[in-house]
């Protein structure tokens, strides 16, 4: 399994900013795509922000203007800068890499840090 390193999750007021990072297995590691899923209680996994090998970018509707997706200075590491943030995003947030491991094209993603926004 890919091992991930995430930080930066915690909780803030609505309005607030948090920073997520995320190291995503090793740095010999070539991901076709990487960026972050969150999931709410009681709710399905869902993608927040990707980049994929071709830089493109894809946003969830919902954090569109407010959520930035960026990559480190090592292509297997990936931050997230949450702004503006509402009650709506609290959720576990986990870091996500789609690469060959072990001569196998797949999707994985970390156990995830937690992210909680008040009223």
């Known amino acids: 399994q890919v091992h991930f390193t995430e930080s930066g999750g915690g909780a803030v007021e609505s309005g607030g900013s948090l920073r997520l990072s995320c190291t995503a297995g090793s740095a010999t590691i070539n991901p076709h795509a990487i960026g972050w899923y969150r999931q709410a209680p009681g709710k399905q996994r869902e993608l927040v922000a990707v980049?994929?090998?071709?830089?493109?970018?894809e946003y969830a509707d919902s954090v569109k203007g407010r959520f930035t997706v960026s990559r480190g200075s090592a292509r297997n590491v990936v931050d997230l800068q949450m702004d503006s943030l509402t009650p709506e995003d609290t959720a576990v947030y986990s870091c996500?890499?789609?690469?060959?491991?072990?001569?196998?094209?797949?999707?994985?993603w970390g156990q995830g840090t937690q992210v909680t926004v008040s009223s």
């Open positions: 980049i994929g090998r071709d830089g493109v970018i």
């Open positions: 996500y890499i789609r690469a060959v491991y072990n001569l196998v094209l797949d999707n994985f």
